[in-house]
């Protein structure tokens, strides 16, 4: 049979014309180092990718070739996320928390050409220049040489017009690199079909739920998986954006200044927001959603924004590898008349996937993997398959580690998947604890330690023992007001909810968790610090607090 549908290739070209022929007004705000709000409309926001496209021309870039940013979430940063694909070749957003050594090898790996430097991190980024003198940069503020160009003086300088000509959707349109949180990072190469396809899942309304109306504070930063796709989700959809630069002083001021309604980013921002939510010293009634992901959301502090601040939790899971998104948590309409503590318990259970990404629960065998059953209780290796799931990592053989022969990504997150098809991660393979031959899960314990109204943060990791193999050990930071005995209470509490050997043999109170570079609590630096000492605290940087340290 022919084919009598359009060939219409799905390229991001589509996004940022649908967004300035059908939304041209809509507004782009940026904080700025000063305090002040930069304003913009989406017209205005199109012409200067337009010139960009130019520059970058002019500059000599070519299809394929990869470009670099080293910035925080900004207008220019955003007009590089367009830019960059829409020409052909592909945006590769750095870390700009990764240590120097590992920046460097991954801009090596990458062969980027040039890199577009923020002016919060200019001075930051000179540690790394010498290590990447090949590499040349374009800073967004004020020239710091007379040979590097500058970004305002590139456009005021470019061609106004630029057209658009990718044909092949297959087309590489972005590089990120995972966090690395447990190994190395490894780069994800998307395609524009890929992510105009996340898009189109990203904003359907059980997913990400964006509307027109919505202002969408991306606090994600946007190295951290395409800032989870919001950039291209919230201009498809015509919302406004309020992108926070480097730093934000006060989220809840950002917020009540630019009217937001959906903000999105990691647990550990979320739990250090809400002290300053709570207040409402800032007018936050306008926020009516988060995306939250990147780790656990626990079900205490689901409660609290959505019993306390009436803001509705939209908690997700996914990886850099999956662009990012996976799975979604929203409750079904079955679950309405549940109580409000069942409800936050599904909520804060990974969810289910999104359309179109397919999961399996699978066990390895000597011949391959046998499925597990969807029976919330059996846990097994979470595999997933969909159209933006990368099938190899950049410059890396595909190896049976990542990737099986059929086809599915391996995730490395040991799961639980109910009978109405809710994921939830019961650890990574890497973080889980093998004691006695036994499995603890690092996640369910540190959940269980944050239901204590006096426990703020919380990692378990496990440490080798001779006897057990590994033991955990809870590294716990407090309100300033808990009380002395603080450690037994949490024992007995765990105690009630667990078998006894999962409780952990010690407590060690800090003032605060290591986080990696995307805010996670980092648990290798944490093991790090606590392997190969007797006394864990003196070893432990993470300054032990004024509390108790105990060793049992
Ligand atoms: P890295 O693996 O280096 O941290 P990513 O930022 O891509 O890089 O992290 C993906 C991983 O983050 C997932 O495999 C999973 O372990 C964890 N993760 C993401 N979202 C959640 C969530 N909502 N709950 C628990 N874990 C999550």
Redesign the pocket.
């Given at each position: 049979m022919p084919n009598f549908m359009m060939s219409h290739p799905l390229t991001l070209t589509q996004i940022l014309e649908h967004a300035y022929r059908i939304h041209a007004d809509k507004q782009v705000t940026t904080l700025l180092p000063n305090g002040t709000l930069h304003r913009y409309d989406y017209a205005t926001l199109y012409e200067r990718v337009q010139s960009l496209a130019n520059a970058l021309s002019q500059l000599g870039v070519q299809c394929g070739d990869r470009i670099a940013t080293y910035a925080s979430n900004t207008y220019q940063h955003l007009e590089l996320y367009y830019a960059i694909p829409c020409l052909g070749a592909v945006l590769h957003p750095l870390n700009v928390r990764l240590s120097p050594v590992q920046l460097t090898q991954i801009i090596h790996e990458a062969e980027d050409k040039l890199v577009f430097v923020d002016s919060a991190y200019a001075v930051q980024f000179q540690a790394l220049q010498d290590k990447i003198d090949s590499i040349r940069p374009v800073y967004f503020g004020p020239k710091s040489t007379d040979t590097d160009p500058c970004y305002e003086q590139l456009l005021s300088e470019a061609e106004p017009a630029y057209t658009w000509d990718i044909g092949d959707e297959n087309s590489p349109m972005g590089l990120c690199y995972?966090?690395?949180?447990?190994?190395e990072?490894?780069g994800v190469l998307y395609t524009h079909r890929s992510m105009y396809l996340h898009t189109l899942a990203a904003n359907q309304a059980d997913v990400f739920g964006l509307t027109e109306a919505d202002v969408v504070l991306p606090i994600v930063p946007m190295f951290?998986?395409m800032a989870w796709g919001l950039p291209y989700a919230s201009m498809f959809t015509g919302a406004d954006i309020v992108l926070p630069g480097a730093k934000p002083s006060s989220i809840a001021t950002l917020i009540a200044d630019t009217g937001v309604t959906v903000a999105a980013g990691v647990?550990t921002v979320w739990a250090a927001a809400y002290p300053e939510f709570r207040k409402r010293r800032a007018d936050i009634s306008t926020l009516r959603r988060l995306i939250?992901?990147?780790?656990?959301?626990p079900p205490s502090l689901i409660e609290v924004y959505e019993k306390e601040l009436g803001v509705e939790i939209c908690?997700?899971?996914?990886?850099?590898?999956?662009s990012?998104t996976g799975?979604l948590?929203k409750l079904r309409a079955v679950h309405q008349n549940l109580t409000d503590t069942e409800k936050w318990r599904i909520k804060a259970k990974?969810?289910r996937p999104i359309p179109g990404v397919e999961l399996r629960l699978a066990a390895e065998t000597t011949d391959g993997f046998k499925e597990l059953p969807w029976d919330g209780k059996t846990v097994g290796e979470l595999q997933v398959r969909s159209p933006w799931t990368a099938n190899r990592y950049y410059k890396i053989e595909r190896t049976p580690e990542h990737f099986t022969t059929d086809g599915w990504l391996r995730?490395?997150?040991l799961a639980t998947i109910d009978v109405e098809g809710y994921v939830q991660?019961v650890d990574?393979a890497k973080a889980l604890i093998r004691s006695g031959g036994e499995s603890i899960s690092s996640?369910a314990l540190e959940t269980a330690l944050l239901k204590h109204p006096d426990v703020c943060e919380a990692a378990v990791v496990g440490i080798p023992d001779e006897k057990w193999g590994e033991r955990p050990v809870a590294v716990v930071v407090c309100t300033e007001k808990t009380s002395e005995n603080i450690s037994d209470i949490l024992r007995q509490q765990l105690a009630s909810e667990f078998p006894k050997f999962w409780i952990p043999d010690t407590f060690i109170f800090v003032d605060k968790i290591p986080k990696?570079s995307?805010g996670?609590s980092d648990k290798r630096s944490i093991l790090a610090q606590l392997i190969g000492t007797q006394n864990p605290t003196k070893k432990l940087n993470i300054q032990p607090s004024r509390k108790e340290i105990e060793i049992c």
């Open positions: 995972t966090s690395g949180t447990h190994g990072p490894r951290h998986a647990p939250v992901g990147g780790e656990a959301m908690h997700a899971w996914g990886m850099t590898e999956m990012p799975t948590s990974q969810g995730t490395g997150d991660i990574r996640v990696t995307v996670k």
